[in-house]
């Protein structure tokens, strides 16, 4: 059998590209793990957090310092009955992927599901929101639905924050006040200042599914219904809004690759390529830490200027027309 390149090989552990012809029986079978290196697949009598717990250095380098690594494993653990049947190498990327984005899945910021044989990395509402308040641009993030008998108005044209106003009634309960009818998100920003605001009809999230979902279009082709959209549909509707949100606030690089990440996960392709690298992220945090540092030792000892300093001309110094002054000649 031909050798796999490093590119081929982590697709098909992920699952995205076809396997290469069958090894002999009694042969194990390798996988390529997220570094190129090939290591046995478990048995199926080992279970699957034993076997996670081997690149447990793997986690402890992608975990950023604030995640609460007993947090993070413990809902790891409670989501593993569900990924039974899940390859293995995609478990460990969609965790890795999590890991990386400093989320936990726990179902509120992030979610790892099951799409046929593959586990998917799923970002939520909430964890978008995080990943804007870490940018430290962001001040606060508003994320809320409109229920048919709610007051509500929306006027492009008004200056904020008068242009949109949400009046619901929390008397009644959600069966009183309707189904929702719109989902909205808006952020106010350092400063004062507030974000425009994103607001989707039921109609725009079905567009949204309908064109960029791949797990919701293979379930609809196979008589499936349990595709994320079709489980946690008004979830999905409200992460639309966050996810449009995040085009509008300033962004930062986490968010940016975060995006990108969700969206291979909706194509189902290989998500933990477009997460944060750990190495990366600590030498560009080193560099500039030493930037901010050299910076202010040169605004330390930088003498004082007191005078103009020369400046190097590019063109050679005209010479001033020559003036006559009662018919004699004299240099200006």
Partial sequence: MAKLSLKDRVKVAAGTAPAPAAEPVGVPKQVADLKGHERVEPPMNETVMAWLMRYEKEFAEALPAHIDRSAFFAAVRAVLPRLANCTPASTLQALLTCARFGLVPDGKHAVIKREGALAVFVPMAQGFIDLMYRSGAVDSVHVGEIREHDEYSYTPTAPAPDDFVHRPDLRKSK????????????????????????????????????????????????????????????AMWRKSCVRRLAKVVPMSAELVALVKADAAGESGEVQVLHAPDPEDARLLAEAESASVAAEASQDAHAPTITRRLPVKRSQPRRKAPRRVRRGRKYAA
């Fill in 175 to 234: 069966e009183e006040r309707g189904d929702v009818v719109l989902c909205y998100a808006f952020a106010w920003l350092k400063g004062g200042a507030r974000s425009q605001v994103v607001i989707l009809s039921r109609e725009d999230a079905e567009e949204i599914r309908d064109e960029y979902s791949t797990a919701y279009q293979q379930a609809k082709v196979e008589g499936r219904e349990d595709s994320f959209w079709h489980t946690h549909f008004l």
